[in-house]
């Protein structure tokens, strides 16, 4: 069964904290992704990694950054934690194969709450 | 560029009743097309995909849609809702790496 992986299901942080959420999969995916999920806002993609040691910005990439050396791990960081920042954050995962429809698999996600 | 549109924020519907959740969407490429569902506190799960093969998609639980390219929309029906389909839906389309959501419906189901 294909599993994304991430490592905290509920995080309390304070404002100016730097913050790491981690996300792993067991797929051999290439593509992953770090998603925002606010009400009424639906998905927005903050940044995306193709390869190891590559990313890309997504919409709202600002704050935060990103980090992946090994090809089933990929970080998220908040490099000073604000309160704007608090949210449900969701890791996916998504085979590469040019433009074929395959399916991105999600984390539970991680609801962050910065005080 | 890519976007969808997701018509409605929140449908309610009673059980038993026909479920329509409607999405457009915009593309510059043949689109790939998909909907997912997310349950209270629940990660996100595949519903269905559009794979290009087929213009009626059908995907778990008794859901379907219909790809049609003259009117760029990609609406996912049910004929009969259940208790257990009350959940937030969310239109998703892209051809390349990204994928771009819609902002999502969510679903209301009374006895």
């Known amino acids: 069964d294909v599993k994304v992986t991430q490592s905290s299901r509920y995080l309390v942080k304070r404002t100016g904290e730097k913050v790491f959420l981690e996300c792993v999969q067991d797929m051999d995916h290439e593509n992953m992704f770090w998603y925002r999920q606010d009400p009424g806002l639906g998905l927005r993609l903050i940044y995306f990694?193709?390869?190891?040691?590559?990313?890309e910005k997504g919409d709202i990439p600002e704050g935060y950054s990103v980090s992946r050396e090994k090809k089933e791990r990929f970080s998220l960081i908040l490099e000073s934690a604000s309160t704007n920042q608090t949210s449900m954050y969701l890791c996916?995962?998504?085979?590469?194969?040019?433009?074929?429809?395959?399916?991105?698999?999600f984390g539970q996600g991680t609801r962050l709450t910065v005080v | 560029a890519q976007s969808v549109t997701q018509l409605d924020s929140h449908v309610s519907v009673s059980e038993g009743t026909p479920v329509l959740l409607r999405c457009n969407y915009s593309?510059?490429?043949?689109?790939?097309l998909f909907w997912y569902v997310q349950h209270p506190n629940k990660g996100l799960q595949l519903l269905l995909k559009?794979?290009?093969?087929?213009?009626l998609v059908k995907g778990i639980n008794g859901f379907e849609a219909e790809f049609k390219k003259s009117e760029t929309s990609f609406h996912l029906t049910k004929p009969s809702a259940h208790m257990s389909d009350a959940a937030e839906y969310f239109c998703v389309v892209g051809p390349f790496q990204k994928l771009v959501f819609g902002t999502g419906t969510r679903l209301l189901v009374s006895p």
């Open positions: 593309s510059s490429y043949s689109p790939s």
């Open positions: 559009y794979t290009s093969a087929a213009t």
């Open positions: 990694s193709y390869d190891v040691k590559m990313k």
């Open positions: 996916a995962s998504r085979l590469n194969r040019g433009l074929a429809n395959t399916e991105a698999f």
